[in-house]
């Protein structure tokens, strides 16, 4: 949230306050100086295009509609749906998991599947996601060249951070030529009427 919060008053909320101003200087100027005041119109318009766009990159950072309407397995289906390589899946995820779970899992498993196209040249791909006395446990597999190491980056490294508020751990297993092994693993239950725990 404070990460959220910065961004927003760092980046979307600073432009926005500069199309303000720049829209109400035009607004002063357009009887007097036509042309400036159009200048100023079209810097505002630049302004509020930036401002959109960082605010479509915020919210896809966030939670996508997908995860947020249907879950993490049609979460992780429509992952699978735009990565670029053969990826073959097996989810056994019946009902719900608390939402910080499956917004944590769904941008593991996300981050995974990236990797194995940008870093690791992989070919094919193998997700699997299973919740079961109380445990959400996801493995990324893929055929690539290996070497993935946490402590060289910072996405996986982020990640770690991020499973670790929910007592959640990430594992990596990348020997040199592969294949690489992600397993990402939260204690959670699952979403009741009534109840909902992790």
């Known amino acids: 949230l404070r990460r959220i919060e910065r961004d927003l008053h760092d980046g979307a909320q600073a432009r926005l306050v500069a199309v303000g101003m720049s829209l109400g200087a035009a607004q002063r100027l357009i009887a007097t100086q036509p042309q400036a005041a159009a200048e100023l119109v079209g810097e505002a318009r630049d302004a509020s295009a930036r401002a959109l766009a960082e605010l479509r990159d915020l919210l896809r950072g966030i939670s996508p509609p997908v995860l947020a309407d249907r879950g993490l397995a049609d979460a992780v289906r429509a992952l699978a749906l735009d990565t670029p390589v053969r990826t073959e899946l097996d989810l056994d995820l019946p009902g719900r998991l608390p939402a910080p779970v499956e917004t944590a899992a769904y941008f593991a498993a996300a981050e995974a599947l990236a990797n194995a196209v940008k870093h690791a040249?992989?070919?094919?791909?193998?997700?699997?996601?299973?919740h079961a006395g109380g445990l959400l446990?996801?493995?990324?597999?893929?055929?690539?060249t290996g070497g993935a190491d946490p402590a060289a980056g910072t996405g996986l490294r982020g990640l770690e951070r991020r499973l670790a508020t929910l007592d959640g751990i990430l594992a990596v297993s990348s020997p040199p030529g592969g294949p690489t092994i992600v397993v990402i693993e939260v204690p959670c239950a699952r979403s009741s009427p009534k109840i909902s725990t992790c």
Do not use: K, L, M
């Not at 446990?137 to 690539?144: C, K, L, N």
């Open 121 to 130: 040249a992989a070919r094919s791909v193998h997700v699997t996601a299973r």
């Open 137 to 144: 446990r996801i493995e990324v597999t893929d055929d690539g």
